[in-house]
């Protein structure tokens, strides 16, 4: 009893392949929306590292007085005033970093970030 000449195994075949013929059609129909999605994708990736490289910004005070300063390597060892020691190291972009060995022995302020001083003051 076949009234258009194919089996139902034929036609639906013939509707599956042609499903996927529309897929394949309608997928490459806007290339610019696919390169729309990488380049998005690509921005979200590249500011994620970006930000993840980037300094965080934050400073560190420490007050105590300055036990040792070592010219040659530009260490720095402040003791503080709970008895911790913390291991710095000079900069010479750092405000005060010219009267350094004057300070040892004394109390003084310290911000660093990262280990590295920003600004030394007397206190």
């Known amino acids: 009893m076949k009234k258009s000449g194919l089996c139902a195994n034929e036609v639906y075949e013939q509707s599956f ?3 996927q013929r529309n897929r394949l059609l ?11 999605k990488a380049f998005a994708t690509l921005a979200i990736v590249s500011l994620a590292l970006g930000s993840a490289y980037a300094g965080c910004g934050k400073v560190v005070t420490n007050e105590g007085k300055l ?6 390597t530009k260490a720095v060892v402040v003791e503080g005033k709970d008895g911790k020691e913390a291991k710095l190291t000079l900069t ?5 970093a010219s009267d350094a060995e004057k300070l ?5 302020k310290v911000d660093s970030e990262h280990g590295k ?5 007397k206190a």
């Open 92 to 96: 010479p972009s750092a405000k005060g």
């Open 117 to 121: 001083i920003t600004s030394i003051a």
């Open 104 to 108: 040892v022995g004394k109390d003084v």
């Open 67 to 72: 036990k040792s300063f070592d010219a040659a």
């Open 26 to 36: 309608t997928s490459n129909k806007h290339p610019e929306t696919n390169m729309k």
């Open 17 to 19: 392949t042609e499903q």
